[in-house]
C-alpha cells in the first residue's frame, strides 16, 4: 500500500465519524446509556470502544502505550467527538510524518504483557475494519431506538468522493 492509500483509510473514518454522529445528536441521556446489546452494552460503550482502539493505535503507531478510556472520561457526545476528531488527526499526523512506503514498516508494542510486532498496513487495515464493524453495531442500536443511523459504508465513502471530483 502507498501512503496516500493508507491516508485514504484514514480519512474512510473521519467521514464516517462525521456521518456518524449527527445521528446520535438528538439521543436522550437515557438512550446514549441504555443496554441494548452486541458487542458493548450500549451507544455510548460502543462509541467509546471505537475511540479507543483509535487512540491505542495511534499510541502504537508513535511508540507508545495507551489504555481504552473509561467511559466517566467521556462521558457525552460533545466528548466523544473532540476526542475522535483529535485522535483520527493524530493518524493523519503520524502518516504526513512517514517516509514513502511506510506501509511496509513493522511497528512493535506490548499487547496484554506480550511483545508484538504488526506491519502498518495491518494496523491502518484493522483500524478501518473496527470503525466500519462497529458503527454497523451502532447502525444496529439506532435502528432499535427507533432512530435512522447514517449510511457508513466505504461504498457510500468512495461514491461520495468520485462525485466531488
Known sequence: MTNAELLDLIHYQD??????????????????????GGSFAS???????????????????????????AAG?????????????????GLRDWLAAQPEGAAGRVIAYTRQGQAVQT?????????????????????????QLGRTPADTGYISYQRQRAAAG
Request: hydrophobic letters at 45%; charged letters at 20%.
Open 15 to 36: 467521514w464516517a465519524r462525521e456521518r456518524s454522529l449527527p445521528a446520535l445528536e438528538p439521543l436522550t441521556s437515557e438512550e446514549w446509556q441504555r443496554p441494548l
Open 73 to 89: 472520561e467521556v462521558p457525552d457526545l460533545a466528548a466523544m467527538r473532540t476526542r475522535w476528531q483529535a485522535a483520527i488527526a
Open 43 to 69: 451507544l455510548h460503550a460502543t462509541v467509546l470502544h471505537i475511540l479507543g482502539a483509535q487512540e491505542i493505535w495511534g499510541a502504537r503507531l508513535r511508540g507508545g502505550q495507551k489504555s481504552f478510556p
Open 119 to 143: 506491519p502498518v498496513a495491518a494496523v491502518m487495515l484493522q483500524l478501518s475494519h473496527h470503525t466500519a464493524y462497529h458503527l454497523g453495531q451502532v447502525a444496529h442500536m439506532l435502528r
